[in-house]
């Protein structure tokens, strides 16, 4: 059967219907993922912080001829709204160098007092500590952040490094840690730095005396 003029205008009519239908769900999908999406930030700029400060950057490095492991421990608590921060993911926002291997990563919570602190760093992981200790991807974090001082409960990032195959060092350029919060995803990066001395760490004289200033990590 040929078609009309009015048929084709029919068709042609259907067709922009369909493109119509096919963009708004498309916009609408776009705006499911962007609703759903990770939203990014520094300390102190969501939900989850540390030292509620987005500039603060700090290093700690360890000499691998002295052996391990070792254990670092870093702040973290609520900074903005009501709902806990549940911890999804441990990871480095950047690395530098292979050699090192990250042992675990594991949250204590406890409540400060003269004899018992914040751990800093120490030796051996898993560390010895008279709290329970929870492994990190799961836990709730609820205690609000306070400053200046210690909070009440202080919840504290442990995370186990020790070093490699040779002696190139290396470890990670900033934590980042995602979460959950209100039903919505984030992750916080913190500027905490976690090196293994060696030749891939340059840059960082003041941490490890073999390290170039004039390089780049």
């Known amino acids: 059967m040929p078609i009309t003029g009015q048929s084709r205008?029919?068709?042609?009519?259907?067709?922009?219907?369909?493109?119509?239908?096919?963009?708004?769900?498309f916009v609408f999908l776009?705006?499911?993922?962007?609703?759903?999406?990770?939203?990014?930030?520094?300390?102190?700029?969501?939900?989850?912080?540390?030292?509620?400060?987005?500039?603060?950057?700090?290093a700690v490095s360890f000499d691998a001829a002295k052996g391990g492991p070792w254990t670092l421990g870093y702040q973290l608590c609520l900074f903005e709204g009501n709902d806990?921060?549940?911890?999804?993911?441990?990871?480095?926002?950047?690395?530098?160098?292979?050699?090192?291997?990250i042992l675990g990563t594991q949250i204590r919570q406890f409540k400060p007092a003269p004899a018992h602190t914040?751990?800093?760093?120490?030796?051996g992981y898993p560390p010895n500590l008279p709290d329970r200790l929870h492994p990190a991807v799961?836990?709730?974090?609820?205690?609000?952040?306070?400053?200046?001082?210690?909070p009440a409960t202080y919840t504290e990032l442990l995370i186990g490094i020790d070093?490699?195959?040779?002696?190139?060092g290396g470890?990670?350029?900033?934590?980042?840690?995602?979460?959950?919060?209100?039903?919505?995803?984030?992750a916080v990066t913190l500027g905490y730095d976690i090196l293994i001395c060696g030749s891939a760490v340059t840059n960082e004289s003041h941490l490890c005396p073999t390290a170039s200033p004039s390089g780049s990590a």
């Open 84 to 101: 806990p921060a549940v911890i999804e993911s441990v990871s480095p926002a950047a690395t530098v160098g292979s050699g090192f291997r």
């Open 30 to 58: 776009v705006v499911i993922a962007i609703r759903n999406g990770q939203t990014e930030h520094g300390d102190g700029q969501g939900p989850l912080a540390s030292t509620g400060n987005p500039a603060h950057h700090e």
């Open 138 to 150: 799961g836990f709730s974090v609820s205690n609000r952040c306070a400053a200046p001082g210690l």
């Open 171 to 186: 470890g990670w350029r900033g934590i980042k840690v995602g979460y959950t919060a209100g039903g919505r995803h984030y």
């Open 163 to 168: 070093h490699g195959a040779g002696n190139s």
């Open 118 to 123: 914040p751990i800093l760093s120490l030796d």
């Open 9 to 25: 205008r029919r068709l042609i009519a259907v067709g922009v219907t369909g493109v119509a239908i096919v963009a708004l769900l």
